[in-house]
């Protein structure tokens, strides 16, 4: 079945710091993978999406992501941290043989500090 | 446009009481999707629509949820009797196209409704 792992459910970086979430991913078939971000009391926002093509996917906020099917890895990174990047980060991948919805990771959680 | 939107946004019950939360999906959406987010888990599916049919509904625990799609539009998911375990907050997303639709597609979630159940 289709899963992610998100390695890491907290991470706290400084403000200006390289910011780098880890999401690694299992599929029997060519995936389609999400990140999304979560602010406190808000829906889901979707930061990029990879389905075919470019490897090197570029998302909204200055966010980007990377697919390594070698390494079965779709890693979410910035250059540099914003305090209004503190957020919950979802890693998600999407569900075999059922249109469009998604089978989520547990989250991470990213502290960004002064 | 207008997005996802979900009421109530909070709501607290007693255990084996009953609740029902309403979606109304964006304008021309096609498919509808009713997620569970238990506190410090990521969203889980529990129901994909696509019009008023039933897509995916495998992790709906169909002895004390249902789900219904009113003419193809706004949607609503009832608890009957709730459980402790059901505190979570219930998040509805809804998509332009449908199941086996060709290209790429994006969900656009609601805020949630928190649900505490005592």
């Known amino acids: 079945a289709q899963s992610v792992t998100q390695l890491g459910s907290h991470v706290s970086v400084s403000e200006g710091a390289l910011v780098l979430l880890r999401c690694n991913y299992s599929?029997?078939?060519?995936?389609?993978l999400f990140w999304y971000v979560q602010y406190p009391n808000q829906g889901l926002q979707l930061l990029l999406k990879y389905t075919t093509g470019a490897t090197l996917v570029k998302g909204i906020n200055g966010f980007e992501a990377e697919f390594k099917k070698s390494e079965t890895s779709f890693h979410l990174t910035k250059p540099s941290a914003h305090m209004s990047d503190a957020a919950e980060y979802f890693c998600a991948v999407r569900r075999p043989n059922s249109g469009y919805a998604l089978n989520f990771g547990k989250g991470t959680s990213l502290l960004v500090t002064p | 446009e207008a997005g996802v939107a979900q009421s109530p946004r909070y709501k607290i019950i007693e255990k084996r009481q009953s609740v029902a939360f309403w979606c109304n999906p964006i304008s021309g959406h096609a498919t509808l999707y009713w997620y569970q987010q238990i506190l410090g888990q990521g969203p889980k599916l529990l129901i994909q629509f696509q019009n008023n049919g039933v897509v995916d509904d495998s992790q709906l625990p169909k002895d004390r949820f249902s789900a219904e799609r009113l003419k193809g539009v706004d949607s609503t998911l009832k608890i009957q009797p709730a459980k402790l375990e059901d505190s979570a907050v219930y998040l509805c997303a809804s998509s332009l196209l449908g199941q086996g639709a060709a290209g790429t597609d994006t969900q656009y979630f609601g805020p949630g409704t928190r649900l505490t159940v005592l």
């Open positions: 599929s029997s078939v060519p995936p389609y």
